[in-house]
């Protein structure tokens, strides 16, 4: 039977009035969870014990072991965000969540100063005029339990982080965050390996201003009204459907686009159509509508990517 195991984190950081964050809360949860079978990766292989070599040898055999086991570990711990969307004035929560993957106990190091959490932020803000500002922060807390999983535990904490009002112009913002979890070394089979850090894989999430739900029920559709509507308070409306849409409706989406740069009332819904698509394909153009649509005619005829 797997055992339970409690926890918690308290913050070292803040954020400064009117930032990001106005405070960085980890809240404590139930940490450990049983995973079926299935779930439980295979094991790593015991450490050889070949009579005869010398120390220089052992101390690599120990330190490449120790590598495989810090990926092995970091592989099987990840950020897990609570909702892909929030909206602004309310908290996004993300869930810190490392899986034994390893098939027997195991347990890390606490450093003297404490288990230090590493969290490291990027947030993109997107303007209703097409421009995009992009910020970094980072932020460190201690975990006030230990890291000790059995066969099929799991570890589990939340962090909270308050979101602030929308600022002007701001349509839409897009956060990723990664996290980095600090220790001295990995116990497992009665032996210690300098295991330093655990890498967990990074979420993300957007934040949207209130009652986005309406467009998110139809993107494309709130894309095609939205395109030649003259109003410029509506700007903000194209960035958050463009943001709504799947993966699936990119390519059409996308061509949507570039045929509305054509069809635009004014200069200003032009730049928010070139920033959706900037937000959708990843690539860069600038405000340039004659590059996206020779980059659209090269790709539907094969000739880029």
């Known amino acids: 039977m797997a055992t339970t195991c409690t926890g918690h984190a308290t913050a070292l950081g803040f954020l400064p009035r009117g930032g990001f964050l106005s405070a960085l809360l980890l809240f404590g949860l139930p940490c450990c969870s049983a995973l079926a079978p299935s779930d439980q990766e295979p094991q790593v292989a ?14 690599g055999m120990k330190v490449l072991r120790a590598r495989l086991l810090g990926q092995r570990l970091s592989e099987a711990s990840r950020l897990v965000s609570a909702s892909t969307h929030v909206i602004f004035g309310s908290e996004a929560e993300v869930e810190l969540r490392m899986d034994n993957p390893f098939g027997r106990e195991f347990s890390l190091r606490e450093p003297q100063q404490g288990f230090l959490v590493q969290v490291d932020l990027r947030m993109e803000r997107w303007l209703a005029f097409g421009a995009v500002e992009v910020l970094r922060e980072r932020h460190v807390a201690v975990l006030n339990s230990g890291v000790h999983l059995g066969v099929g535990e799991r570890l589990s904490q939340t962090l909270v982080f308050p979101v602030p009002a929308a600022g002007p112009n701001e349509s839409l913002r897009r956060i990723e965050i990664a996290a980095t ?11 210690a390996y300098p295991v330093n850090a655990i890498l967990f894989q990074p979420t993300q999430y957007q934040v949207f201003p209130g009652n986005w ?19 410029t308070d509506l ?12 993966r699936q409706q990119h390519v059409e989406a996308v061509g949507l686009l570039v045929r509305g740069l054509e069809q635009v009332p004014n200069v200003r819904r032009m730049d ?21 649509k020779r980059w659209w005619e090269e790709r539907t005829m094969g000739l880029r990517d």
């Open 46 to 59: 015991a450490p050889p014990q070949e009579a005869g070599l010398d120390a220089s040898t052992n101390a």
């Open 181 to 191: 979890l600090r220790c001295d070394g990995l116990e497992i089979d009665d032996a």
């Open 213 to 231: 739900e309406p467009l998110a029920k139809d993107p494309l559709g709130s894309l095609r009204r939205l395109i030649t509507l003259p109003q």
């Open 235 to 246: 700007d903000r409306h194209v960035l958050v459907a463009a943001a709504s849409l799947t």
């Open 272 to 292: 928010t159509l070139m920033a959706a698509l900037r937000f959708i394909t990843g690539r860069d153009y600038g405000e340039n509508p004659v590059m996206w």
